[in-house]
Protein backbone atom coordinates (compact mmCIF):
# COMPACT_ATOMS: atom_id res chain seq x y z
CA UNK A 1 0.00 0.00 0.00
CA UNK A 2 1.28 3.58 -1.04
CA UNK A 3 1.60 6.38 1.37
CA UNK A 4 -0.25 9.60 0.23
CA UNK A 5 2.27 11.75 1.28
CA UNK A 6 0.03 14.42 -0.72
CA UNK A 7 -3.00 13.88 1.24
CA UNK A 8 -1.49 14.50 4.62
CA UNK A 9 0.49 18.02 3.52
CA UNK A 10 -3.49 18.65 2.35
CA UNK A 11 -5.32 17.68 5.68
CA UNK A 12 -2.83 18.52 7.71
CA UNK A 13 -3.56 22.45 8.25
CA UNK A 14 -7.69 21.37 8.94
CA UNK A 15 -5.88 18.77 11.42
CA UNK A 16 -3.61 21.71 12.72
CA UNK A 17 -6.81 23.54 13.37
CA UNK A 18 -8.97 20.61 14.76
CA UNK A 19 -5.60 20.19 17.42
CA UNK A 20 -6.29 24.23 18.33
CA UNK A 21 -9.64 23.36 19.57
CA UNK A 22 -8.22 20.02 21.59
CA UNK A 23 -6.16 22.48 23.39
CA UNK A 24 -8.65 24.88 23.74
CA UNK A 25 -11.02 22.13 25.26
CA UNK A 26 -8.33 20.55 27.73
CA UNK A 27 -7.09 24.05 28.61
CA UNK A 28 -10.84 25.17 29.36
CA UNK A 29 -11.28 21.75 31.45
CA UNK A 30 -8.60 21.45 33.17
CA UNK A 31 -8.36 25.06 34.08
CA UNK A 32 -11.91 24.49 35.61
CA UNK A 33 -11.06 20.91 36.87
CA UNK A 34 -8.30 22.45 39.18
CA UNK A 35 -11.04 25.50 40.78
CA UNK A 36 -13.63 22.27 41.08
CA UNK A 37 -10.56 19.96 42.34
CA UNK A 38 -9.03 22.97 44.54
CA UNK A 39 -12.23 23.16 46.82
CA UNK A 40 -13.40 19.05 46.50
CA UNK A 41 -9.99 18.44 47.59
CA UNK A 42 -9.97 20.51 50.84
CA UNK A 43 -13.82 19.11 51.83
CA UNK A 44 -12.75 15.74 51.51
CA UNK A 45 -10.47 16.36 54.33
CA UNK A 46 -12.69 18.45 56.21
CA UNK A 47 -14.21 17.51 59.73
CA UNK A 48 -17.47 18.45 58.69
CA UNK A 49 -18.81 14.85 57.79
CA UNK A 50 -21.57 16.66 55.36
CA UNK A 51 -19.13 18.12 53.42
CA UNK A 52 -16.71 15.25 53.39
CA UNK A 53 -19.58 12.89 52.32
CA UNK A 54 -20.58 15.10 49.53
CA UNK A 55 -16.88 15.60 47.95
CA UNK A 56 -16.08 11.83 48.79
CA UNK A 57 -19.47 11.11 46.62
CA UNK A 58 -18.82 13.26 43.65
CA UNK A 59 -15.07 11.91 43.65
CA UNK A 60 -15.95 8.03 43.46
CA UNK A 61 -18.93 8.67 40.99
CA UNK A 62 -17.11 10.70 38.42
CA UNK A 63 -13.76 8.12 38.93
CA UNK A 64 -16.03 4.94 38.90
CA UNK A 65 -17.68 5.65 36.37
CA UNK A 66 -16.06 6.15 32.46
CA UNK A 67 -15.98 10.31 30.67
CA UNK A 68 -17.74 8.98 27.47
CA UNK A 69 -20.94 8.56 29.79
CA UNK A 70 -20.79 11.47 31.50
CA UNK A 71 -20.43 13.13 28.29
CA UNK A 72 -23.56 11.08 27.11
CA UNK A 73 -25.32 12.13 30.24
CA UNK A 74 -24.38 15.76 30.12
CA UNK A 75 -25.05 16.05 26.16
CA UNK A 76 -28.39 13.52 25.94
CA UNK A 77 -29.57 12.86 29.40
CA UNK A 78 -29.76 16.42 30.98
CA UNK A 79 -31.49 18.53 27.88
CA UNK A 80 -33.29 15.32 27.76
CA UNK A 81 -34.88 16.07 31.41
CA UNK A 82 -34.66 19.96 30.94
CA UNK A 83 -35.68 20.17 27.59
CA UNK A 84 -33.48 22.47 26.38
CA UNK A 85 -30.49 21.78 24.24
CA UNK A 86 -26.86 22.22 24.77
CA UNK A 87 -24.41 23.63 22.93
CA UNK A 88 -21.84 20.84 21.93
CA UNK A 89 -18.53 22.86 23.10
CA UNK A 90 -20.23 23.53 26.41
CA UNK A 91 -21.05 19.85 26.85
CA UNK A 92 -17.95 18.75 25.82
CA UNK A 93 -15.91 21.18 28.21
CA UNK A 94 -18.52 21.00 31.22
CA UNK A 95 -18.24 17.39 31.23
CA UNK A 96 -14.72 16.90 30.70
CA UNK A 97 -14.11 19.81 33.66
CA UNK A 98 -16.70 17.58 35.97
CA UNK A 99 -13.91 14.82 34.95
CA UNK A 100 -10.99 17.04 35.87
CA UNK A 101 -12.09 18.27 38.74
CA UNK A 102 -12.54 14.43 40.70
CA UNK A 103 -8.98 13.21 39.76
CA UNK A 104 -7.69 16.98 40.28
CA UNK A 105 -9.51 16.85 44.08
CA UNK A 106 -7.19 13.16 44.91
CA UNK A 107 -4.35 15.32 43.38
CA UNK A 108 -4.95 18.10 45.96
CA UNK A 109 -5.59 16.00 48.53
CA UNK A 110 -2.47 14.28 48.40
CA UNK A 111 -0.46 17.14 48.21
CA UNK A 112 -1.71 18.40 51.29
CA UNK A 113 -1.53 15.16 53.20
CA UNK A 114 1.76 15.27 52.32
CA UNK A 115 2.37 18.99 53.89
CA UNK A 116 3.79 17.92 57.63
CA UNK A 117 1.46 18.91 59.76
CA UNK A 118 3.53 20.98 62.07
CA UNK A 119 3.07 23.58 59.47
CA UNK A 120 -0.77 23.82 60.24
CA UNK A 121 -0.07 24.26 63.93
CA UNK A 122 2.51 26.76 63.09
CA UNK A 123 0.02 29.06 61.20
CA UNK A 124 -2.65 28.68 63.90
CA UNK A 125 0.03 29.80 66.65
CA UNK A 126 0.83 32.76 64.62
CA UNK A 127 -2.73 33.70 64.72
CA UNK A 128 -3.89 32.86 61.63
CA UNK A 129 -7.24 30.98 60.95
CA UNK A 130 -7.34 27.49 59.20
CA UNK A 131 -8.50 29.03 55.46
CA UNK A 132 -5.56 31.89 55.88
CA UNK A 133 -2.93 28.82 56.84
CA UNK A 134 -4.45 26.63 54.06
CA UNK A 135 -3.79 29.68 51.84
CA UNK A 136 -0.65 31.07 52.78
CA UNK A 137 1.45 28.01 53.92
CA UNK A 138 -0.14 24.75 53.22
CA UNK A 139 -1.12 25.36 49.23
CA UNK A 140 2.15 27.22 48.11
CA UNK A 141 3.86 24.27 49.31
CA UNK A 142 1.49 21.45 47.87
CA UNK A 143 0.83 23.10 45.05
CA UNK A 144 4.77 22.72 44.04
CA UNK A 145 4.83 19.07 45.32
CA UNK A 146 1.83 18.46 42.61
CA UNK A 147 2.69 20.11 39.26
CA UNK A 148 4.03 16.43 38.12
CA UNK A 149 0.32 15.04 38.80
CA UNK A 150 -1.10 17.71 37.66
CA UNK A 151 0.67 17.70 34.29
CA UNK A 152 -0.01 14.01 34.07
CA UNK A 153 -3.80 14.94 34.73
CA UNK A 154 -3.42 17.45 31.50
CA UNK A 155 -2.05 15.13 28.80
CA UNK A 156 -4.78 12.54 30.40
CA UNK A 157 -7.64 15.18 29.52
CA UNK A 158 -5.49 15.95 26.23
CA UNK A 159 -5.81 12.71 24.72
CA UNK A 160 -9.36 11.61 26.30
CA UNK A 161 -11.10 14.72 25.08
CA UNK A 162 -11.38 13.22 21.42
CA UNK A 163 -14.07 11.14 23.17
CA UNK A 164 -16.61 14.20 22.50
CA UNK A 165 -16.22 13.48 18.83
CA UNK A 166 -19.47 11.47 19.63
CA UNK A 167 -21.06 14.18 20.31
CA UNK A 168 -19.93 15.88 16.94
CA UNK A 169 -17.93 18.43 17.72
CA UNK A 170 -14.76 18.77 15.62
CA UNK A 171 -12.21 18.36 17.27
CA UNK A 172 -8.36 16.99 16.19
CA UNK A 173 -10.07 13.39 16.22
CA UNK A 174 -13.44 14.40 14.55
CA UNK A 175 -11.42 15.97 11.72
CA UNK A 176 -10.03 12.85 11.28
CA UNK A 177 -12.95 10.97 10.91
CA UNK A 178 -14.31 13.89 8.63
CA UNK A 179 -11.49 14.06 6.43
CA UNK A 180 -11.56 10.01 6.20
CA UNK A 181 -15.42 9.88 5.25
CA UNK A 182 -14.30 12.47 2.47
CA UNK A 183 -10.78 10.34 1.31
CA UNK A 184 -10.43 7.18 2.43
CA UNK A 185 -6.81 7.60 3.64
CA UNK A 186 -7.47 5.71 6.89
CA UNK A 187 -4.01 5.22 7.15
CA UNK A 188 -2.23 8.70 6.21
CA UNK A 189 -5.09 10.23 8.66
CA UNK A 190 -5.10 8.19 11.65
CA UNK A 191 -0.81 8.43 11.61
CA UNK A 192 -1.39 11.96 11.08
CA UNK A 193 -3.95 12.77 14.27
CA UNK A 194 -1.36 10.17 16.36
CA UNK A 195 1.53 12.40 15.29
CA UNK A 196 -0.05 15.67 16.23
CA UNK A 197 -1.36 14.03 19.45
CA UNK A 198 1.88 12.72 20.34
CA UNK A 199 3.76 16.19 19.34
CA UNK A 200 1.25 17.65 21.57
CA UNK A 201 1.86 15.03 24.45
CA UNK A 202 5.75 15.81 24.07
CA UNK A 203 5.34 19.10 24.47
CA UNK A 204 3.26 19.68 27.95
CA UNK A 205 5.42 17.08 29.54
CA UNK A 206 8.75 19.14 28.41
CA UNK A 207 7.37 22.04 30.03
CA UNK A 208 5.71 20.19 33.39
CA UNK A 209 9.65 19.16 33.42
CA UNK A 210 11.01 22.10 33.44
CA UNK A 211 8.28 23.50 35.84
CA UNK A 212 9.20 21.04 38.15
CA UNK A 213 13.12 21.71 38.05
CA UNK A 214 12.19 25.75 38.61
CA UNK A 215 10.73 25.16 41.20
CA UNK A 216 12.95 23.13 42.76
CA UNK A 217 15.96 25.52 42.27
CA UNK A 218 13.39 28.22 43.44
CA UNK A 219 13.32 26.20 46.85
CA UNK A 220 17.34 26.20 47.36
CA UNK A 221 17.44 29.53 47.42
Known amino acids: MDFDIQLVINSFPLLLAGAVITVQITAISVGCGLFIGMFAGVARL ?7 T ?11 TPLLVQIFIIYFAIP ?11 A ?10 AYVAEIFRAGIQSIDKGQMEAG ?25 PLGNEFIAMLKDSSLVSVIG ?3 LTRRGQLIIARTYGSFEIWLTVAFIYLLM ?14 Y ?3 DKH
Not at 46 to 52: D, E, G, L, N, R
Not at 80 to 90: E, I, N, Y
Not at 92 to 101: E, F, Q
Not at 203 to 213: A, C, G, K, N
Open 169 to 171: FEE
Open 124 to 148: RSLGMSWAQTMRHIIMPQAFKRIIP
Open 80 to 90: LATGHRMDPFV
Open 54 to 64: LAAVYVDFIRG
Open 216 to 218: KID
Open 46 to 52: SKVWPVK
Open 201 to 214: TLTISRLVDYLERR
Open 92 to 101: AVTACSINSG
